[in-house]
């Protein structure tokens, strides 16, 4: 009998030395805090937790090197301004205080990513086969249809496929917008820019439109006086040599006058619509001077004209 117990106790003292001698050897999956998934997320880029490396089931259906690879590819593809990093964890990575919420946990995570700040975290569950897709730019409207287009490739393909695909669709939606806000906004500048032409225009022909009519008010005139030229010069003509003299005078300051009228009549005849919507005072100024030279010489002409009515013509 002693020696039958004394046999059983030597064999669970060995039992126990043999589990505490396994127990030694092939260490438990520790799960990952957050400062191990920002260290992993800011060098390589993806991260696969160590719950699911451990994972005896997991390993036989995926390799763990085909896993990294395809999950490298992917983050490499979309770096620049579509940087997205990966994440495939389980429950026990996901702190407490989350609720175990991947959502939540990446925008955790997203917050303490910097130097560059990726544009976005795709969170893989897989221990729930939920997705998660933390990007600032999406709605979450868009998200949650990305990840319901993206669940048969997640189920047929396995969390690397299933992630690159979610990745890629985030990155070109995200794209899709920039693209048509920038259309949206080229647009609405195309619609002012072509607004604010049409203005321009109307005012450019309007206001060209109205000068016109003021410009042909004093042609008129200066088409008047220049008849009245002509007519004093013949009267002038057909008097003696020394009575014409006493007309010459002022028919000569007249028709001097009536050039220099003619001369800047000429120059607001040329005026440009930029330059009168610019400038519209000033050219108005000129062509109130320009048709009061040609009343002053109508005048002086008028004068010159009675004249030579009153003095005897040659014989």
Do not use: C
Request: aromatic share 6%; net charge neutral.
């Amino acid at each position: 009998m002693v020696k039958a117990r004394n046999f059983r106790i030597s064999g669970l003292v060995v039992g126990l030395l043999a589990f505490m001698l396994v127990s030694l050897v092939v260490p438990t999956a520790q799960a990952d805090d957050a400062n191990d998934l920002v260290k992993a997320l800011s060098t390589d880029r993806f991260f696969i937790s160590q719950t699911l490396r451990a994972d005896a089931k997991f390993n036989s259906k995926y390799k763990m090197n085909d896993l990294e690879n395809q999950l490298r590819n992917t983050v490499n593809k979309l770096k620049g301004s579509h940087d997205t990093r990966i994440v495939l964890l389980t429950n026990a990575t996901i702190p407490a205080q989350f609720g175990g919420s991947g959502a939540r946990y990446g925008d955790f995570l997203l917050g303490l990513l910097n130097n560059p700040k990726p544009e976005a975290i795709v969170i893989d569950n897989v221990e729930t086969n939920t997705v998660s897709i933390n990007d600032g730019k999406l709605s979450p409207a868009e998200r949650q249809a990305i990840i319901d287009d993206t669940k048969s490739t997640f189920l047929t393909n396995g969390p690397a496929a299933g992630s690159d695909q979610v990745a890629q669709k985030a990155a070109d939606k995200v794209a899709a917008n920039e693209t048509s806000g920038t259309l949206l906004t080229l647009g609405i500048i195309l619609v002012v820019v072509l607004a604010v032409g049409g203005v321009v225009a109307f005012l450019l022909i309007s206001t060209q439109r109205k000068w016109k009519l003021r410009v042909a008010g004093v042609e008129s005139l200066a088409n008047q006086v220049s008849d009245q030229v002509v007519r004093v010069s013949d009267n002038i003509n057909f008097l003696p040599d020394d009575l014409r003299q006493k007309t010459d005078a002022d028919f000569g300051n007249a028709t001097r006058n009536f050039s220099d009228a003619n001369s800047g009549l000429r120059a607001l005849q040329g005026a440009s619509p930029v330059g009168l919507l610019l400038k519209g005072p000033d050219y108005e100024r000129k062509l109130n001077l320009t048709g009061s030279q040609f009343e002053q010489v109508r005048q002086a002409l008028s004068r010159v004209e009675e004249q030579s009515r009153s003095l005897p013509p040659m014989q």
